[in-house]
């Protein structure tokens, strides 16, 4: 094959794209000019980075803490049994795997756990933040950072066969802390639940439908509802939340503090003195129901359960962690705090 040829082959990559008369040259032109930042490179993550990279998007940072196991080849779609069998990083194996997809594309793999620090810095090139997280602390960082920098995000969870996504714009829209406790919100940790491949692509192709919107410059046709189903029940809900916009929103209302940017609110680790033991105190307020916890680590079937009414203690391999009902956790057996973080965030979310 001619170099010309192949050429003239690769500017075909995008024409069923461009067709599409929402999108065109025009749009598939900002899509190539556009920065998407995806936090986490599990189910979701892997996901929408594929669709993103092969849609052409100019620039994806993927953004992990964890390395491949066998239990995430069942739907973290970007994966293979070598990483696994290597257990490489995930923002690593993603990058390789999205590379070989679309050549193109500038693709960056970050292996780090995101918290202020690295968000603040990873938003800065970013015109929209993807959701690909389990747990609430992250969003909420997520949340306050779009909108003290004003950077729309679409917010994604999923478990079992239910999913859930909300496009957060910011100046328009409620943000997350308005929404919390006034709906009813889900898809925190898949690590400890069962969940189905379908219920993530459920999630992602509505969360990649509209970040394309977004970033090819067609907001109009944005969702602007709360969409959440369960694809083995067939039950598909889409809610009108505007409602739910506080003016005195700490996040997003007139005087916006950003409380969950503040070091004070931040997750807290401590190595405890002369113990094998970190404390990892979570950055909310929270009031745990310990028989649940109790009941859910049981049925994990991967270690010993104890609980009394003011703790749980959960023994698993060389650890031992305790959970309180304000949600602070004892991880015993280590001193090594992220370590500790990721065994707390496998069992507690
Ligand atoms: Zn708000």
Redesign the pocket.
Same mark, same amino acid.
């Given at each position: 094959m001619t170099t010309q040829t192949r050429s003239s082959e690769q500017g075909d990559r995008y024409s069923r794209q461009e067709r599409y008369a929402p999108i065109g040259k025009e749009g598939q032109n900002r899509l190539s000019n556009s920065r998407v930042l995806i936090v986490g490179a599990g189910a979701l993550g892997t996901g929408i980075a594929e669709t993103l990279v092969r849609s052409g998007i100019g620039h994806i940072t993927i953004a992990d803490r964890d390395y491949v196991e066998w239990s995430n080849l069942q739907r973290q779609q970007l994966y293979v049994e070598q990483d696994a069998i290597q257990r490489m990083p995930k923002a690593m194996a993603a990058q390789k795997r999205l590379s070989d997809i679309n050549s193109t594309v500038e693709v960056i793999g970050k292996v780090m756990d995101v918290r202020v620090d690295e968000l603040e810095e990873l938003v800065q090139s970013a015109d929209l933040i993807m959701d690909a997280t389990d747990n609430f602390d992250t969003r909420l960082l997520i949340?306050d950072m779009s909108?003290k920098y004003r950077i729309p995000w679409i917010y994604g969870g999923c478990v079992g066969s239910y999913g859930i996504t909300y496009t957060f714009l910011p100046g328009e829209t409620?943000? %997350?802390? @308005? %929404?919390l406790g006034e709906v009813p919100l889900g898809g925190d940790t898949c690590d400890t639940s069962g969940i189905i491949p379908q219920a993530v692509q459920m999630v992602t192709a509505n969360q990649t439908a509209e970040a394309m919107k977004i970033l090819s410059g067609n907001t109009d046709a944005l969702r602007r509802k709360l969409l959440s189903f369960d694809v083995w029940r067939n039950e598909y809900i889409s809610i009108n939340v505007d409602g739910a +916009? +506080?003016a005195d @929103?700490?996040? @997003?209302?007139e005087k916006?503090a950003y409380p969950y940017l503040s070091a004070s609110n931040l997750e807290k680790t401590d190595v405890l003195c002369g113990r094998d033991t970190v404390q990892i105190r979570p950055s909310r307020h929270m009031k745990l129901d310990l028989q649940q916890t109790a009941v859910r680590l049981g049925k994990l079937d991967e270690g010993k359960v104890e609980a009394n009414p003011f703790l749980v203690s959960f023994t698993t391999g060389p650890y031992r962690m305790v959970i309180f009902q304000d949600g602070r956790v004892l991880v015993h057996g280590t001193k090594d705090t992220a370590q500790a973080r990721t065994l707390v965030h496998r069992y507690f979310g």
């Open positions: 949340n909108q409620p943000c %997350l802390n @308005c %929404l +916009k +506080k @929103c700490p996040s @997003c209302g916006a």
